[in-house]
DNA sequence: TAAGGTGATTTGATAGTACGATTCGGGAGA
DNA sequence: TCTCCCGAATCGTACTATCAAATCACCTTA
Protein backbone atom coordinates (compact mmCIF):
# COMPACT_ATOMS: atom_id res chain seq x y z
CA UNK A 1 0.00 0.00 0.00
CA UNK A 2 1.48 3.73 -0.92
CA UNK A 3 1.42 5.59 1.77
CA UNK A 4 0.45 9.05 0.26
CA UNK A 5 2.08 12.09 1.95
CA UNK A 6 3.86 12.77 4.95
CA UNK A 7 1.20 12.64 6.91
CA UNK A 8 0.27 9.24 5.49
CA UNK A 9 3.28 8.08 7.14
CA UNK A 10 2.46 9.14 10.77
CA UNK A 11 -0.79 7.91 10.57
CA UNK A 12 0.08 4.80 9.49
CA UNK A 13 3.12 4.87 12.31
CA UNK A 14 0.26 5.67 14.73
CA UNK A 15 -2.01 3.51 13.53
CA UNK A 16 0.69 0.75 14.44
CA UNK A 17 1.04 1.70 18.00
CA UNK A 18 -2.49 1.52 18.41
CA UNK A 19 -3.40 -1.50 17.22
CA UNK A 20 -0.77 -3.17 18.65
CA UNK A 21 -1.31 -2.01 22.27
CA UNK A 22 1.45 0.11 22.89
CA UNK A 23 -0.43 2.98 23.25
CA UNK A 24 -3.66 2.07 25.57
CA UNK A 25 -6.71 2.94 25.71
CA UNK A 26 -7.10 6.10 28.17
CA UNK A 27 -3.28 7.38 27.42
CA UNK A 28 -2.67 10.50 26.25
CA UNK A 29 -0.42 12.50 24.24
CA UNK A 30 0.30 15.72 23.43
CA UNK A 31 0.46 16.87 19.48
CA UNK A 32 4.24 18.13 20.27
CA UNK A 33 4.77 14.17 21.14
CA UNK A 34 3.92 13.27 17.37
CA UNK A 35 6.01 16.14 16.28
CA UNK A 36 9.20 14.86 18.18
CA UNK A 37 8.15 11.01 17.33
CA UNK A 38 8.12 11.60 13.78
CA UNK A 39 10.42 14.44 13.29
CA UNK A 40 7.51 16.20 11.56
CA UNK A 41 6.31 19.55 11.59
CA UNK A 42 2.60 20.59 14.09
CA UNK A 43 0.55 21.21 10.81
CA UNK A 44 1.22 17.55 9.66
CA UNK A 45 0.67 15.83 13.23
CA UNK A 46 -2.24 17.94 13.72
CA UNK A 47 -3.45 16.37 10.06
CA UNK A 48 -2.17 12.76 11.18
CA UNK A 49 -4.32 13.23 14.70
CA UNK A 50 -7.36 14.39 12.33
CA UNK A 51 -7.48 11.43 10.10
CA UNK A 52 -7.16 9.49 13.47
CA UNK A 53 -10.01 11.16 14.65
CA UNK A 54 -12.28 10.65 12.08
CA UNK A 55 -11.73 6.98 12.49
CA UNK A 56 -12.05 7.14 16.08
CA UNK A 57 -9.46 5.39 17.12
CA UNK A 58 -8.54 8.87 19.50
CA UNK A 59 -10.01 12.24 20.57
CA UNK A 60 -8.46 15.61 20.54
CA UNK A 61 -9.72 18.56 23.47
CA UNK A 62 -8.13 21.69 24.24
CA UNK A 63 -5.86 21.38 27.34
CA UNK A 64 -5.64 17.98 27.41
CA UNK A 65 -4.15 16.63 24.08
CA UNK A 66 -5.04 13.37 22.16
CA UNK A 67 -6.23 10.84 23.96
CA UNK A 68 -6.69 6.85 22.98
CA UNK A 69 -9.72 5.55 22.92
CA UNK A 70 -11.02 1.70 23.52
CA UNK A 71 -10.90 -0.39 20.79
CA UNK A 72 -14.95 -0.78 21.18
CA UNK A 73 -15.26 2.85 19.86
CA UNK A 74 -12.98 2.23 16.65
CA UNK A 75 -13.98 2.04 13.08
CA UNK A 76 -13.11 -1.69 12.74
CA UNK A 77 -14.87 -1.52 9.44
CA UNK A 78 -12.40 0.52 8.06
CA UNK A 79 -10.12 -1.35 5.61
CA UNK A 80 -6.75 0.31 7.78
CA UNK A 81 -7.77 -0.18 10.63
CA UNK A 82 -7.97 -3.72 9.71
CA UNK A 83 -4.89 -4.14 8.11
CA UNK A 84 -3.22 -2.68 11.34
CA UNK A 85 -5.00 -5.28 13.54
CA UNK A 86 -3.79 -8.15 11.30
CA UNK A 87 -0.37 -7.16 11.47
CA UNK A 88 0.12 -6.75 15.37
CA UNK A 89 -0.58 -8.98 18.43
CA UNK A 90 -4.20 -8.81 18.29
CA UNK A 91 -4.01 -10.66 14.74
CA UNK A 92 -5.86 -13.25 15.66
CA UNK A 93 -9.00 -12.22 16.63
CA UNK A 94 -9.33 -9.54 13.87
CA UNK A 95 -8.96 -12.99 11.95
CA UNK A 96 -11.62 -15.34 14.13
CA UNK A 97 -13.93 -11.89 13.31
CA UNK A 98 -13.65 -11.38 9.95
CA UNK A 99 -14.18 -15.25 9.53
CA UNK A 100 -17.48 -14.64 11.58
CA UNK A 101 -18.64 -12.00 9.55
CA UNK A 102 -17.95 -13.14 6.24
CA UNK A 103 -20.16 -16.56 7.12
CA UNK A 104 -22.97 -14.24 8.35
CA UNK A 105 -22.76 -12.14 4.90
CA UNK A 106 -21.54 -14.65 2.39
CA UNK A 107 -24.56 -16.57 2.04
CA UNK A 108 -26.99 -13.45 1.89
CA UNK A 109 -24.98 -12.20 -0.87
CA UNK A 110 -25.38 -15.67 -2.76
CA UNK A 111 -29.10 -14.95 -2.30
CA UNK A 112 -29.73 -11.91 -3.25
CA UNK A 113 -26.96 -12.30 -6.10
CA UNK A 114 -29.19 -15.26 -7.64
CA UNK A 115 -32.01 -12.54 -7.68
CA UNK A 116 -30.31 -9.40 -9.71
CA UNK A 117 -27.29 -10.84 -10.89
CA UNK A 118 -27.57 -10.47 -14.80
CA UNK A 119 -26.23 -12.58 -17.44
CA UNK A 120 -22.78 -11.66 -17.91
CA UNK A 121 -21.79 -11.65 -14.11
CA UNK A 122 -23.88 -14.97 -13.85
CA UNK A 123 -21.29 -16.36 -16.36
CA UNK A 124 -18.58 -15.05 -14.70
CA UNK A 125 -19.39 -16.60 -11.72
CA UNK A 126 -19.31 -19.81 -13.61
CA UNK A 127 -15.95 -18.74 -15.05
CA UNK A 128 -14.54 -18.55 -11.92
CA UNK A 129 -15.83 -21.61 -10.20
CA UNK A 130 -14.63 -24.07 -12.60
CA UNK A 131 -10.79 -22.06 -12.75
CA UNK A 132 -10.81 -22.62 -9.21
CA UNK A 133 -11.36 -26.24 -9.36
CA UNK A 134 -9.07 -26.71 -12.15
CA UNK A 135 -6.67 -25.27 -10.20
CA UNK A 136 -7.26 -27.41 -7.87
CA UNK A 137 -6.79 -30.22 -9.55
CA UNK A 138 -3.66 -28.91 -11.04
CA UNK A 139 -2.25 -28.14 -7.74
CA UNK A 140 -2.07 -24.59 -8.49
CA UNK A 141 -1.96 -22.40 -5.14
CA UNK A 142 -1.74 -19.04 -6.72
CA UNK A 143 -4.09 -20.11 -9.32
CA UNK A 144 -6.21 -21.04 -6.57
CA UNK A 145 -6.14 -18.26 -4.46
CA UNK A 146 -6.93 -15.20 -6.94
CA UNK A 147 -9.81 -17.40 -8.78
CA UNK A 148 -10.84 -17.43 -5.15
CA UNK A 149 -10.97 -14.12 -4.31
CA UNK A 150 -12.02 -13.54 -8.00
CA UNK A 151 -15.14 -15.80 -6.92
CA UNK A 152 -16.07 -13.91 -3.87
CA UNK A 153 -15.54 -10.62 -5.06
CA UNK A 154 -18.16 -11.31 -7.66
CA UNK A 155 -19.94 -12.62 -5.74
CA UNK A 156 -20.34 -10.02 -3.40
CA UNK A 157 -20.62 -7.38 -5.97
CA UNK A 158 -23.75 -9.08 -7.76
CA UNK A 159 -25.45 -8.46 -4.37
CA UNK A 160 -26.49 -5.31 -4.69
CA UNK A 161 -25.72 -4.08 -2.21
CA UNK A 162 -22.49 -2.02 -1.92
CA UNK A 163 -21.59 -3.03 1.90
CA UNK A 164 -21.72 -6.43 0.68
CA UNK A 165 -19.67 -5.70 -1.86
CA UNK A 166 -16.95 -3.61 0.21
CA UNK A 167 -15.99 -6.47 2.14
CA UNK A 168 -14.30 -8.64 -1.11
CA UNK A 169 -11.57 -6.34 -0.40
CA UNK A 170 -11.32 -7.61 3.29
CA UNK A 171 -12.36 -11.13 2.27
CA UNK A 172 -8.86 -11.31 0.16
CA UNK A 173 -6.95 -10.07 2.95
CA UNK A 174 -8.57 -13.02 4.90
CA UNK A 175 -8.06 -15.28 2.46
CA UNK A 176 -3.73 -14.42 2.01
CA UNK A 177 -3.69 -14.49 6.13
CA UNK A 178 -4.93 -18.19 5.36
CA UNK A 179 -2.83 -19.29 3.25
CA UNK A 180 0.46 -17.31 4.33
CA UNK A 181 -1.01 -19.18 7.82
CA UNK A 182 -1.45 -22.91 6.84
CA UNK A 183 0.87 -22.38 3.28
CA UNK A 184 -2.65 -23.88 2.27
CA UNK A 185 -3.15 -27.65 2.39
CA UNK A 186 -1.51 -30.14 -0.11
CA UNK A 187 -4.62 -31.74 -0.79
CA UNK A 188 -6.54 -28.59 -2.52
CA UNK A 189 -9.24 -30.55 -3.72
CA UNK A 190 -11.82 -30.98 -1.45
CA UNK A 191 -15.57 -30.97 -0.97
CA UNK A 192 -15.63 -27.29 0.09
CA UNK A 193 -14.05 -26.33 -3.69
CA UNK A 194 -16.47 -28.31 -5.04
CA UNK A 195 -19.47 -25.85 -3.83
CA UNK A 196 -18.14 -22.96 -5.38
CA UNK A 197 -19.59 -24.82 -8.69
CA UNK A 198 -23.11 -25.41 -6.95
CA UNK A 199 -22.63 -21.94 -5.82
CA UNK A 200 -22.22 -20.64 -9.48
CA UNK A 201 -25.06 -22.82 -10.54
CA UNK A 202 -27.75 -21.78 -8.38
CA UNK A 203 -26.85 -18.09 -9.20
CA UNK A 204 -27.70 -19.24 -12.71
CA UNK A 205 -30.38 -20.64 -12.12
CA UNK A 206 -32.10 -17.69 -9.64
CA UNK A 207 -32.17 -20.59 -6.76
CA UNK A 208 -31.75 -17.81 -4.33
CA UNK A 209 -32.18 -20.63 -1.25
CA UNK A 210 -30.22 -22.84 -2.85
CA UNK A 211 -27.09 -20.25 -3.08
CA UNK A 212 -27.06 -18.87 0.07
CA UNK A 213 -26.92 -23.15 1.46
CA UNK A 214 -24.15 -23.75 -1.04
CA UNK A 215 -22.16 -20.14 0.10
CA UNK A 216 -23.07 -20.76 3.78
CA UNK A 217 -21.36 -24.28 3.51
CA UNK A 218 -18.03 -22.79 2.21
CA UNK A 219 -18.06 -20.14 4.43
CA UNK A 220 -18.95 -21.74 7.71
CA UNK A 221 -15.89 -24.61 6.79
CA UNK A 222 -13.56 -21.60 6.12
CA UNK A 223 -14.60 -19.84 9.84
CA UNK A 224 -14.34 -23.13 11.42
CA UNK A 225 -11.13 -23.75 9.52
CA UNK A 226 -9.21 -20.06 11.09
CA UNK A 227 -11.01 -20.99 14.50
CA UNK A 228 -9.46 -24.44 14.81
CA UNK A 229 -5.92 -22.73 13.26
CA UNK A 230 -6.21 -20.20 16.18
CA UNK A 231 -7.42 -22.73 18.87
CA UNK A 232 -4.02 -24.90 17.62
CA UNK A 233 -6.34 -27.60 17.17
CA UNK A 234 -4.67 -27.64 13.68
CA UNK A 235 -6.15 -30.59 10.97
CA UNK A 236 -7.50 -27.66 8.69
CA UNK A 237 -9.56 -28.82 6.07
CA UNK A 238 -10.15 -32.20 7.66
CA UNK A 239 -13.29 -32.49 7.27
CA UNK B 1 -24.05 14.76 16.59
CA UNK B 2 -21.95 17.21 18.07
CA UNK B 3 -19.45 18.77 15.22
CA UNK B 4 -16.36 19.40 16.56
CA UNK B 5 -14.62 22.06 15.58
CA UNK B 6 -14.49 24.42 12.12
CA UNK B 7 -12.89 21.73 10.02
CA UNK B 8 -15.70 19.03 11.24
CA UNK B 9 -18.43 21.54 9.70
CA UNK B 10 -16.55 21.83 6.84
CA UNK B 11 -16.35 17.99 6.31
CA UNK B 12 -19.89 17.55 7.25
CA UNK B 13 -20.70 20.45 4.43
CA UNK B 14 -18.86 18.39 1.79
CA UNK B 15 -19.93 14.88 3.39
CA UNK B 16 -23.77 15.68 2.80
CA UNK B 17 -22.78 17.47 -0.73
CA UNK B 18 -21.09 14.29 -1.98
CA UNK B 19 -23.72 11.67 -0.50
CA UNK B 20 -26.55 14.00 -2.08
CA UNK B 21 -25.04 13.49 -5.64
CA UNK B 22 -24.86 17.10 -5.72
CA UNK B 23 -21.24 16.55 -6.37
CA UNK B 24 -20.61 13.77 -8.65
CA UNK B 25 -17.98 10.85 -9.01
CA UNK B 26 -14.48 12.43 -11.75
CA UNK B 27 -15.66 16.21 -10.80
CA UNK B 28 -12.73 18.06 -8.91
CA UNK B 29 -12.47 21.09 -6.85
CA UNK B 30 -9.52 22.80 -6.11
CA UNK B 31 -8.98 23.49 -2.11
CA UNK B 32 -9.28 26.93 -2.85
CA UNK B 33 -12.83 26.21 -3.72
CA UNK B 34 -13.20 24.72 -0.62
CA UNK B 35 -12.09 27.72 1.22
CA UNK B 36 -14.48 29.89 -0.52
CA UNK B 37 -17.38 28.08 0.07
CA UNK B 38 -17.02 27.91 3.71
CA UNK B 39 -15.32 30.75 4.19
CA UNK B 40 -12.27 28.86 5.89
CA UNK B 41 -8.51 28.66 6.10
CA UNK B 42 -6.45 26.83 3.81
CA UNK B 43 -5.30 24.78 6.98
CA UNK B 44 -8.67 24.12 7.48
CA UNK B 45 -9.46 22.85 4.28
CA UNK B 46 -6.77 20.96 4.03
CA UNK B 47 -8.00 18.89 6.93
CA UNK B 48 -10.96 18.73 5.95
CA UNK B 49 -10.08 17.18 3.12
CA UNK B 50 -7.79 14.41 4.55
CA UNK B 51 -10.54 13.57 6.07
CA UNK B 52 -12.70 13.19 3.49
CA UNK B 53 -9.45 11.05 2.09
CA UNK B 54 -9.32 9.20 5.08
CA UNK B 55 -13.04 7.95 4.33
CA UNK B 56 -12.33 7.31 0.73
CA UNK B 57 -14.75 9.83 -0.54
CA UNK B 58 -12.46 12.12 -2.37
CA UNK B 59 -8.80 11.72 -3.12
CA UNK B 60 -5.81 14.89 -3.50
CA UNK B 61 -3.73 14.92 -6.00
CA UNK B 62 -1.07 17.89 -7.02
CA UNK B 63 -1.56 19.45 -10.22
CA UNK B 64 -5.41 18.26 -10.53
CA UNK B 65 -7.34 18.50 -6.90
CA UNK B 66 -9.50 16.67 -5.23
CA UNK B 67 -11.58 14.54 -7.15
CA UNK B 68 -14.47 12.83 -6.22
CA UNK B 69 -14.46 9.07 -6.13
CA UNK B 70 -17.07 6.67 -7.00
CA UNK B 71 -19.59 5.54 -3.93
CA UNK B 72 -18.35 1.98 -4.26
CA UNK B 73 -15.14 3.22 -3.27
CA UNK B 74 -16.12 5.08 -0.05
CA UNK B 75 -15.74 3.67 3.06
CA UNK B 76 -19.53 2.92 3.50
CA UNK B 77 -19.87 1.24 7.00
CA UNK B 78 -18.31 4.44 8.47
CA UNK B 79 -21.02 5.89 10.83
CA UNK B 80 -20.84 9.28 9.09
CA UNK B 81 -21.05 8.28 5.98
CA UNK B 82 -24.01 5.98 6.79
CA UNK B 83 -25.30 8.83 8.24
CA UNK B 84 -25.22 11.44 4.65
CA UNK B 85 -26.33 8.81 2.88
CA UNK B 86 -29.37 8.50 5.15
CA UNK B 87 -30.35 12.02 4.82
CA UNK B 88 -30.16 12.04 1.03
CA UNK B 89 -32.00 11.12 -1.79
CA UNK B 90 -30.40 7.95 -1.77
CA UNK B 91 -31.40 7.32 1.61
CA UNK B 92 -34.23 4.28 0.20
CA UNK B 93 -30.96 2.44 -1.31
CA UNK B 94 -28.65 3.13 2.36
CA UNK B 95 -31.90 1.66 4.07
CA UNK B 96 -32.49 -1.83 1.99
CA UNK B 97 -28.88 -2.05 2.43
CA UNK B 98 -28.98 -1.75 6.22
CA UNK B 99 -32.16 -3.87 6.50
CA UNK B 100 -30.30 -6.10 4.86
CA UNK B 101 -26.83 -6.51 6.03
CA UNK B 102 -28.62 -6.65 10.07
CA UNK B 103 -30.94 -9.75 8.44
CA UNK B 104 -27.22 -11.48 7.83
CA UNK B 105 -25.32 -10.50 10.99
CA UNK B 106 -27.49 -10.97 13.72
CA UNK B 107 -28.81 -14.49 13.42
CA UNK B 108 -24.98 -15.28 13.76
CA UNK B 109 -24.43 -12.37 16.26
CA UNK B 110 -26.90 -14.30 17.74
CA UNK B 111 -25.36 -17.88 17.86
CA UNK B 112 -22.32 -16.65 19.24
CA UNK B 113 -24.23 -14.76 21.96
CA UNK B 114 -25.30 -18.43 23.19
CA UNK B 115 -21.90 -20.24 23.31
CA UNK B 116 -20.30 -16.73 25.06
CA UNK B 117 -22.87 -14.85 26.86
CA UNK B 118 -22.35 -14.38 30.70
CA UNK B 119 -25.02 -14.98 33.25
CA UNK B 120 -25.50 -11.06 33.45
CA UNK B 121 -25.36 -10.33 29.84
CA UNK B 122 -28.67 -13.20 29.63
CA UNK B 123 -30.01 -11.59 32.53
CA UNK B 124 -30.35 -8.25 31.10
CA UNK B 125 -31.33 -9.69 27.49
CA UNK B 126 -34.00 -11.11 29.45
CA UNK B 127 -35.08 -7.96 31.11
CA UNK B 128 -35.39 -6.22 27.38
CA UNK B 129 -37.61 -8.20 25.66
CA UNK B 130 -39.62 -8.26 28.52
CA UNK B 131 -39.59 -4.25 28.94
CA UNK B 132 -40.26 -4.62 25.42
CA UNK B 133 -43.35 -7.12 24.83
CA UNK B 134 -44.46 -4.99 28.40
CA UNK B 135 -44.10 -1.34 26.24
CA UNK B 136 -45.55 -3.65 22.90
CA UNK B 137 -48.78 -4.17 24.78
CA UNK B 138 -48.95 -1.20 26.48
CA UNK B 139 -49.20 0.80 22.42
CA UNK B 140 -45.54 2.33 24.66
CA UNK B 141 -44.02 3.75 21.24
CA UNK B 142 -41.10 5.59 22.89
CA UNK B 143 -40.39 2.28 25.47
CA UNK B 144 -40.86 0.32 22.51
CA UNK B 145 -38.08 1.37 20.30
CA UNK B 146 -35.68 1.99 23.13
CA UNK B 147 -36.12 -1.37 24.63
CA UNK B 148 -36.02 -2.53 21.20
CA UNK B 149 -32.88 -0.95 20.55
CA UNK B 150 -31.14 -2.22 24.10
CA UNK B 151 -31.93 -5.86 23.21
CA UNK B 152 -30.24 -5.78 20.21
CA UNK B 153 -26.94 -3.55 21.11
CA UNK B 154 -26.79 -6.28 23.92
CA UNK B 155 -27.15 -9.03 21.87
CA UNK B 156 -24.63 -8.09 18.92
CA UNK B 157 -22.43 -6.64 22.10
CA UNK B 158 -22.46 -10.39 23.54
CA UNK B 159 -21.55 -11.69 20.41
CA UNK B 160 -17.81 -11.15 21.51
CA UNK B 161 -17.10 -10.08 18.09
CA UNK B 162 -16.12 -6.36 17.64
CA UNK B 163 -17.52 -5.76 14.30
CA UNK B 164 -21.05 -7.10 15.05
CA UNK B 165 -20.81 -4.88 18.19
CA UNK B 166 -20.39 -2.09 16.23
CA UNK B 167 -23.43 -2.68 14.23
CA UNK B 168 -25.61 -1.52 16.72
CA UNK B 169 -24.93 1.78 16.40
CA UNK B 170 -26.21 1.50 12.69
CA UNK B 171 -29.20 -0.84 13.36
CA UNK B 172 -30.27 2.01 16.02
CA UNK B 173 -30.23 4.70 13.31
CA UNK B 174 -32.14 1.45 11.30
CA UNK B 175 -35.00 1.27 14.20
CA UNK B 176 -35.39 5.72 14.31
CA UNK B 177 -35.87 5.71 10.93
CA UNK B 178 -38.40 2.62 10.53
CA UNK B 179 -39.93 4.86 13.37
CA UNK B 180 -39.79 7.81 11.59
CA UNK B 181 -40.95 6.51 7.91
CA UNK B 182 -44.32 4.67 9.04
CA UNK B 183 -45.10 6.31 12.30
CA UNK B 184 -44.71 2.85 13.93
CA UNK B 185 -48.04 0.43 13.59
CA UNK B 186 -50.81 0.78 15.78
CA UNK B 187 -50.44 -2.79 17.11
CA UNK B 188 -46.93 -3.19 18.15
CA UNK B 189 -47.97 -6.69 19.49
CA UNK B 190 -46.69 -8.62 16.83
CA UNK B 191 -45.65 -11.92 16.13
CA UNK B 192 -41.98 -10.31 15.62
CA UNK B 193 -41.79 -8.83 19.16
CA UNK B 194 -42.49 -11.78 21.03
CA UNK B 195 -39.80 -13.74 19.39
CA UNK B 196 -37.20 -11.67 21.03
CA UNK B 197 -38.43 -13.65 24.35
CA UNK B 198 -37.75 -16.93 22.15
CA UNK B 199 -34.14 -15.39 21.75
CA UNK B 200 -33.48 -14.33 24.63
CA UNK B 201 -34.24 -17.62 26.17
CA UNK B 202 -32.73 -19.51 23.56
CA UNK B 203 -29.14 -17.45 24.53
CA UNK B 204 -29.78 -17.55 28.43
CA UNK B 205 -30.24 -22.04 27.52
CA UNK B 206 -26.95 -21.55 25.43
CA UNK B 207 -29.10 -22.99 22.61
CA UNK B 208 -27.40 -21.57 19.45
CA UNK B 209 -29.01 -22.90 16.42
CA UNK B 210 -32.50 -21.72 18.25
CA UNK B 211 -31.46 -18.42 19.15
CA UNK B 212 -30.08 -17.89 15.36
CA UNK B 213 -33.74 -18.81 13.67
CA UNK B 214 -35.69 -16.91 16.35
CA UNK B 215 -33.20 -13.97 15.78
CA UNK B 216 -33.48 -14.84 11.68
CA UNK B 217 -37.27 -14.48 11.70
CA UNK B 218 -37.24 -11.15 13.45
CA UNK B 219 -34.65 -9.60 11.05
CA UNK B 220 -35.66 -11.28 8.33
CA UNK B 221 -39.77 -9.56 9.14
CA UNK B 222 -37.63 -5.84 9.65
CA UNK B 223 -36.02 -6.21 6.35
CA UNK B 224 -39.07 -6.93 4.74
CA UNK B 225 -40.99 -4.01 6.06
CA UNK B 226 -38.61 -2.46 5.17
CA UNK B 227 -38.38 -3.62 1.32
CA UNK B 228 -42.18 -3.13 1.12
CA UNK B 229 -42.31 0.23 2.39
CA UNK B 230 -39.59 1.00 -0.32
CA UNK B 231 -41.43 -0.44 -2.89
CA UNK B 232 -44.62 1.00 -2.06
CA UNK B 233 -46.11 -1.69 -1.42
CA UNK B 234 -47.59 -0.71 1.79
CA UNK B 235 -49.62 -2.68 4.64
CA UNK B 236 -46.10 -3.08 6.98
CA UNK B 237 -45.83 -5.95 9.41
CA UNK B 238 -48.88 -7.26 8.11
CA UNK B 239 -47.95 -10.94 8.20
C1' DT C 1 -13.09 24.21 54.29
C1' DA C 2 -15.28 25.49 50.25
C1' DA C 3 -16.03 28.54 46.47
C1' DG C 4 -14.48 31.41 43.07
C1' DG C 5 -11.21 33.42 40.11
C1' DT C 6 -6.92 33.63 37.68
C1' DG C 7 -3.07 32.01 35.15
C1' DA C 8 -0.61 28.63 32.54
C1' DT C 9 -0.76 25.10 29.12
C1' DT C 10 -2.32 22.91 25.09
C1' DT C 11 -5.14 22.67 21.08
C1' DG C 12 -7.64 25.56 17.40
C1' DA C 13 -7.12 28.56 13.57
C1' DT C 14 -4.88 31.89 10.30
C1' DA C 15 -1.26 33.98 7.32
C1' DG C 16 2.64 33.75 4.66
C1' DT C 17 6.34 31.35 2.25
C1' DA C 18 9.06 27.94 0.00
C1' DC C 19 9.10 23.52 -2.36
C1' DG C 20 7.92 19.72 -5.35
C1' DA C 21 5.34 17.06 -8.35
C1' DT C 22 2.46 16.68 -12.32
C1' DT C 23 0.30 18.01 -16.32
C1' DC C 24 -0.07 20.75 -20.46
C1' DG C 25 1.72 22.99 -24.37
C1' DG C 26 5.19 24.50 -27.41
C1' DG C 27 9.11 23.62 -30.12
C1' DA C 28 12.53 20.79 -32.33
C1' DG C 29 13.52 16.88 -35.04
C1' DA C 30 12.28 12.94 -37.98
C1' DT D 1 2.50 15.86 -40.13
C1' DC D 2 3.66 13.23 -36.32
C1' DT D 3 6.45 12.19 -32.32
C1' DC D 4 9.24 13.18 -28.55
C1' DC D 5 11.28 16.07 -25.19
C1' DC D 6 11.68 19.97 -22.34
C1' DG D 7 10.00 24.05 -19.94
C1' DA D 8 6.55 26.54 -17.51
C1' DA D 9 2.33 27.12 -15.12
C1' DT D 10 -0.48 25.28 -11.49
C1' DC D 11 -1.85 23.08 -7.68
C1' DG D 12 -1.06 20.37 -3.52
C1' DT D 13 2.65 19.69 0.20
C1' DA D 14 5.06 21.20 4.07
C1' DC D 15 7.00 24.43 7.38
C1' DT D 16 7.09 28.48 10.55
C1' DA D 17 5.20 32.13 13.19
C1' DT D 18 1.42 34.11 15.64
C1' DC D 19 -2.87 34.84 17.92
C1' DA D 20 -7.27 33.10 19.84
C1' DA D 21 -9.93 29.90 22.63
C1' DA D 22 -10.66 26.47 25.94
C1' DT D 23 -9.72 24.07 30.05
C1' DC D 24 -7.54 22.41 34.10
C1' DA D 25 -4.88 23.31 38.32
C1' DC D 26 -3.61 26.10 41.70
C1' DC D 27 -4.20 29.86 44.71
C1' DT D 28 -6.66 33.31 46.90
C1' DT D 29 -10.41 34.68 49.73
C1' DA D 30 -14.53 34.43 52.47
Redesign the pocket.
Known amino acids: MKL????GQVVDGLGRSLAGGELRAGEVL???DVQERFG?????A?EA?RVLESKRLVS???????TVRPMSAWNLYDPQVIRWRLTSPGREGQLRELAELRAAVEPAAAALAAQHAGPAVRQELMDHARALTAAARAGDKEGFVSADAAFHRVLLGASGNGMFAQLAEVTEELLVARRDLLLLPERLDNPAVRRHLDVAAAVAEGRGEDAARAAGSIVAAARDEVESILDGTACPLAT
Not at 40 to 44: A, E, G, K, Q
Open positions: QGLHRLEVSRTVRVSRPRVGV
